[in-house]
């Protein structure tokens, strides 16, 4: 089989394909929320993920094949890649989630942008921090601050929960990390063969630990059981990281952390929608920021432009 060709320079793409690509991974991520919860009721946790990584890599098996090898390095780079993005991160939220609530969590996922703002400026020199950069992070982060705001009032901290929020934080650096990671040094990689190669390399250590810490748990494969794994592993895995490998060289990093917001407010339109959850006015008001530091945050440009000097020179 030949090797993988490098892309080389990004492929200009259109505003809607972007747009499209775009919306993709934050509305079927935002879905992935209660299917998750339906699939917790049948399997542990980790025997789920695991299995999700294992079917989703499955997926892609004839299409990464067709894209060609990559040398061991690469490889290499990819199975790391997937223990930072996928493997280790996951199984801290799950395990946070056990002493933490829900609502909490997903407050403490919306620093994600900021979080890969403070990484994308220590790791991309073309990202610098700026303030409508961080402007779009802080609405973003207090949008979804007032979505949980009725959950997370009157509630104390205890040790478990201190850790709980420790590994939830510590899950979100790693899987910023990861991003600007991918962006700096895989962009020649073809996304089918980046996201077959971590969905794999993350489902191994997934399923071992599974053995290891689940072997007394209850696993009860009902058709609610396979048809959620199913769904995260095409939908939620395999589809929506292949749009966003594709958007990373295309989108900025502010633009790439709120992606993670407007996910948690589709989660939670969802649950009004079906679920009978209440309409709020803070679920309009901080639906109304989330999606203003979207705007704000596509709108901005993805590089700073050069330095006078930097013009001179060239």
Request: aromatic residues 8%; proline residues 7%.
């Amino acid at each position: 089989m030949d090797s993988a060709v490098a892309s080389g320079p990004v492929k200009p793409a259109s505003r809607l394909k972007v747009a499209l690509a775009y919306c993709t991974c934050f509305l079927l991520w935002g879905s992935t929320w209660s299917v998750v919860k339906v699939g917790l009721e049948d399997l542990p946790p980790l025997r789920f993920l695991g299995t999700r990584m294992l079917v989703a890599g499955l997926v892609l098996l004839p299409f990464a094949r067709a894209a060609g090898q990559v040398d061991p390095r690469t490889g290499g780079r990819i199975a790391a890649l997937g223990m930072l993005q996928l493997a280790a991160p996951f199984t801290l939220l799950f395990f946070a989630q056990q002493w933490i609530p829900s609502s909490w969590a997903a407050l403490l996922f919306s620093t994600f942008p900021v979080w890969l703002l403070f990484v994308g400026r220590v790791l991309l020199p073309d990202q610098p921090l700026t303030p409508g950069k961080l402007l779009a992070a802080g609405l973003g982060v207090a949008g979804v601050v007032l979505l949980q705001s009725s959950d997370i009032q009157g509630m104390a901290l205890s040790g478990k929960m201190l850790l709980g929020v420790g590994m939830t934080l510590f899950s979100v650096v790693l899987i910023a990390v990861a991003n600007v990671l991918v962006r700096r040094h895989m962009a020649h990689v073809p996304p089918r063969v980046l996201v077959f190669g971590q969905a794999l390399s993350s489902a191994a250590p997934l399923l071992a630990l599974s053995f290891l810490l689940e072997s007394n748990a209850a696993v009860t494969w009902t058709p609610r059981a396979v048809g959620a794994v199913l769904y995260l592993a095409i939908f939620g895995t395999a589809f929506t990281y292949l749009c966003l490998y594709w958007l990373l060289p295309r989108i900025s990093l502010t633009a790439l952390g709120i992606m993670a917001l407007l996910d948690t407010l589709v989660a939670v339109v969802l649950g009004v929608a079906f679920l009978g959850e209440p309409l709020t006015l803070s679920l309009v008001v901080g639906g109304a920021l989330i999606l203003g530091s979207a705007a704000l945050a596509n709108a901005l440009p993805q590089q700073s432009p050069p330095r006078p000097d930097e013009q001179a020179r060239g």
